[in-house]
């Protein structure tokens, strides 16, 4: 199999669409044998060093001009703050359509899905990008179908990512594509990635747990603990959403979420007061009951197992401002 990977960019391409990606499968030839390492590239749409919108520059090995049988097993195209509004030679176009039509695979970062809109290759299949950027890309390409709230989505050979950091989300689908969820699992903890999001997730939310096959009775149990996280979540409940005895339904959940079903209820909750966290000034205590905890304490018990710190250090960490539950935390 052709395990190269290139990404395509451009004059203010978004450097992390570029870097992300690449990581993923630069730190993956880390766990590979020599014959399964991938070959990474830059493809060039002007010659010479590209500016990237942080002002990186970026030096492509190659000009898309100069590419003709040897094209990548798969190609990506970065997006852009000002992507949307750009247009591109005639030829590049050509050569996107043509090198599609070769690679294994190919796809989009981000609002990179605009340069693949303009080559036609979008047209009667299912897509995403950024949040900001799908009104303007279904308007542009009204024959495709536009997700607004997916991390990524495969239609085929073509896949596409929402904005920025969903493109090492999709690089990690990729990679378990080819090598299994352990490799990637592996990329993900070296990348300090919280966890590999499914695709069907919201893009909406920074911490998401994934999901088992959709159609699975465990991703029906999934969704519903996400809908459910104040409830009595027991084994016995879980089994019953499941339609499964509880016996059957641990061992089928572990087996396919990689976690016992009392460690997904777990992330769920902490995934959901992370949130609350970050995103707001509400006392502790509502933040715990909201997310499930049976108290404070509780809640401060699983963050300093879970994470190494308190929800109120987290806070003052990464969210907004502190609240008055100071004293709580200033306990032993």
């Known amino acids: 199999m052709n395990r190269s990977v290139a990404i395509l960019v451009f004059p203010g391409v978004q450097a992390l669409d570029v870097s992300g990606p690449l990581d993923v499968f630069a730190e993956a030839n880390r766990f590979l044998l020599p014959g399964d390492r991938y070959q990474l590239g830059l493809i060039g749409t002007e010659r010479g060093p590209v500016a990237c919108s942080n002002g990186m520059v970026l030096h492509p090995q190659r000009h898309f001009a100069d590419i003709d049988a040897d094209v990548p097993g798969l190609l990506l195209v970065a997006g852009g703050p000002t992507l949307p509004e750009r247009a591109f030679p005639a030829a590049l176009y050509a050569w996107l359509r043509q090198a599609s039509q070769r690679a294994a695979r190919f796809g989009s970062i981000c609002n990179g899905a605009f340069l693949l809109a303009g080559a036609g290759l979008l047209d009667g299949r299912t897509v995403t990008t950024h949040w900001n950027d799908v009104a303007a890309l279904a308007a542009r390409c009204p024959a495709a179908r536009v997700e607004a709230d997916r991390i990524y989505a495969q239609d085929g050979s073509l896949y596409t990512s929402a904005g ?4 090492i989300d999709l690089s990690l689908y990729l990679l378990a594509q080819d090598h299994g969820e352990e490799v990637a699992l592996d990329v993900a903890k070296r990348l300090v990635v919280f966890i590999r ?19 699975s009775p465990v991703a029906r149990v999934q969704q519903y603990v996400l809908a459910h996280l104040t409830e009595d979540l027991t084994l016995d409940r879980l089994a019953a959403v499941a339609r499964m005895s509880s016996r059957n339904f641990s061992r089928i959940f572990a087996r396919d979420a990689r976690a016992t079903p009392a460690e997904f209820v777990e992330s769920a909750r902490l ?49 907004g401002p502190a609240d008055a539950q100071a004293p709580m935390e200033s306990s032993s």
């Open 197 to 215: 999001r499914a695709g069907g997730q919201s893009q909406f939310s920074p911490y998401l747990t994934p999901l088992a096959e959709a159609a």
């Open 164 to 167: 920025v950091t969903a493109g």
């Open 271 to 319: 995934d959901a007061a992370r949130v609350m966290l970050e995103r707001s000034a509400v006392p502790l205590k509502t933040v715990a009951y909201a997310c499930g905890f049976r108290d404070p304490h509780h809640m401060r018990a699983v963050f300093r197992r879970r994470l190494g710190v308190s929800p109120q250090q987290y806070r003052h960490s990464f969210g």
